[in-house]
């Protein structure tokens, strides 16, 4: 606060007023003394007020509020299995294109129906020329199934397997490794010796191995590198 004096009250607050360039309801004033005039101009004071300017309440800013933060949007786990799927779907289409071009360029004539299931895909040949499709021992089909295998697996990062039939050899060939198996483990068991079959294609060796898995006579192992890679009967 500011102090003046004037004769009188009013005129030191005026006085004030007019110094602090404020109206009186824009200040704060305190009469510290009224105006005396003395005895025969002794003891004689001038008004004295105290002037300042109202403090003004200052306003509360409100809390500025933290922006909201979001998940970024992600696909559903929905789309992504459809998206998976439609990539599959084109894929498997895919296999089956390169697989007809490549039988027609080994001379084959030849249709091919594709039946997915969950974890296989099934391509099964129609043609009058089955043994040039099959091969010895299947040597031919299997190496066109690989070939697919590859194919497939350079698409997709799924783990599907291909599997390629003709007048459903697949089935005859299972029939045929499983007699296979148990007169070969028979032979062991009577010669108590080692035996050892030719190289075959993995699911090939899965066969024999399911075949004697229940004979407690011998036990079943493989040995070997692709595609050289054979099946060991052993008794026990």
């Given at each position: 606060?500011?102090?003046?004096?004037?004769?009188?009250?009013q005129?030191?607050?005026t006085l004030g007023?007019?110094?602090?360039a404020?109206?009186?309801?824009?200040?704060?004033?305190?009469?510290l003394r009224q105006?005396k005039?003395?005895?025969?101009?002794?003891g004689k004071?001038?008004a004295?007020?105290e002037?300042?300017?109202?403090?003004?309440?200052?306003?509360?800013?409100?809390?500025?509020s933290e922006?909201?933060?979001t998940a970024?949007?992600?696909e559903?786990?929905?789309?992504?299995?459809?998206k998976?799927?439609?990539?599959?779907?084109?894929?498997?289409?895919?296999?089956?294109d390169?697989?007809?071009?490549v039988?027609q360029?080994?001379?084959i004539?030849?249709?091919?129906?594709?039946?997915p299931s969950r974890h296989?895909?099934y391509?099964k040949?129609?043609?009058?020329?089955?043994?040039l499709?099959i091969?010895?021992?299947g040597?031919?089909l299997?190496?066109?199934?690989?070939?697919?295998q590859?194919?497939?697996?350079?698409q997709?990062h799924?783990h599907v397997?291909?599997?390629?039939d003709?007048?459903?050899?697949r089935?005859q060939r299972?029939?045929?490794?499983?007699?296979?198996a148990?007169?070969v483990?028979?032979?062991?068991?009577?010669?108590?010796s080692v035996?050892?079959?030719?190289?075959?294609p993995?699911y090939?060796r899965?066969?024999?191995?399911?075949a004697?898995a229940q004979?407690?006579r011998?036990?079943?192992?493989?040995?070997?590198s692709?595609?050289?890679?054979y099946?060991?009967?052993?008794?026990?």
């Amino acid at each position: 606060m500011t102090k003046f004096e004037g004769k009188t009250v009013q005129q030191a607050i005026t006085l004030g007023l007019t110094t602090l360039a404020l109206t009186e309801e824009q200040a704060d004033i305190t009469v510290l003394r009224q105006a005396k005039k003395g005895f025969l101009g002794l003891g004689k004071k001038l008004a004295l007020v105290e002037v300042s300017a109202k403090k003004v309440p200052v306003a509360k800013k409100a809390p500025v509020s933290e922006p909201v933060k979001t998940a970024p949007v992600t696909e559903s786990d929905e789309a992504k299995r459809e998206k998976r799927q439609a990539e599959l779907e084109k894929a498997l289409l895919a296999v089956g294109d390169y697989l007809a071009a490549v039988t027609q360029k080994m001379g084959i004539k030849a249709t091919i129906d594709l039946t997915p299931s969950r974890h296989t895909a099934y391509y099964k040949f129609e043609t009058n020329q089955e043994g040039l499709l099959i091969g010895k021992r299947g040597r031919t089909l299997n190496a066109l199934q690989l070939l697919a295998q590859d194919y497939l697996d350079k698409q997709v990062h799924q783990h599907v397997r291909v599997m390629l039939d003709v007048s459903d050899y697949r089935k005859q060939r299972q029939e045929t490794l499983t007699h296979l198996a148990q007169n070969v483990a028979r032979e062991a068991v009577l010669a108590r010796s080692v035996m050892s079959l030719d190289p075959m294609p993995a699911y090939e060796r899965k066969i024999i191995h399911a075949a004697l898995a229940q004979d407690q006579r011998v036990q079943t192992y493989s040995k070997g590198s692709e595609p050289k890679r054979y099946v060991v009967i052993e008794p026990v």
